[in-house]
């Protein structure tokens, strides 16, 4: 059964720093686009940022330049490095990724990990 597991989140100081890692498991033939989302309460899901097989790579505009995203694809990983951290980025981070295996492409989320920044 292919899965993707989270980590890394957690409470941060505003300014401060944390570092989210998604591994996907299974039998994977191969990954595309992998993403990190977000949630905050009472808001809808956003995209936070894209990276595709090649590593080509897009933010929404609230987080360039504080995060940056990137994938190690022996590993079936994705990272989110999150710099600089406001307030307004507490919310539930998701990464999704576009699996291929059994013959099709699978849309795939992970569970959501916590990331609370205090002001």
């Known amino acids: 059964q292919v899965q993707l597991v989270e980590s890394g989140g957690g409470l941060v100081q505003a300014g401060g720093s944390l570092r989210l890692s998604c591994a996907a498991s299974?039998?994977?033939?191969?990954?595309?686009?992998m993403d990190w989302y977000r949630q905050a309460p009472g808001k809808q899901r956003e995209l936070v940022a894209d990276i595709t097989r090649g590593g080509s790579t897009k933010y929404a505009d609230s987080v360039k330049g504080r995060f940056t995203i990137s994938r190690d694809n022996a590993k079936n990983t994705v990272y989110l490095e999150m710099n600089s951290l406001k307030p307004e980025d507490t919310a539930v981070y998701y990464c999704n990724a576009v699996i291929y295996y059994n013959g099709i492409y699978h849309d795939h989320w992970g569970q959501g990990t916590q990331v609370t920044v205090s002001s």
């Open positions: 299974g039998s994977i033939f191969s990954i595309n686009a």
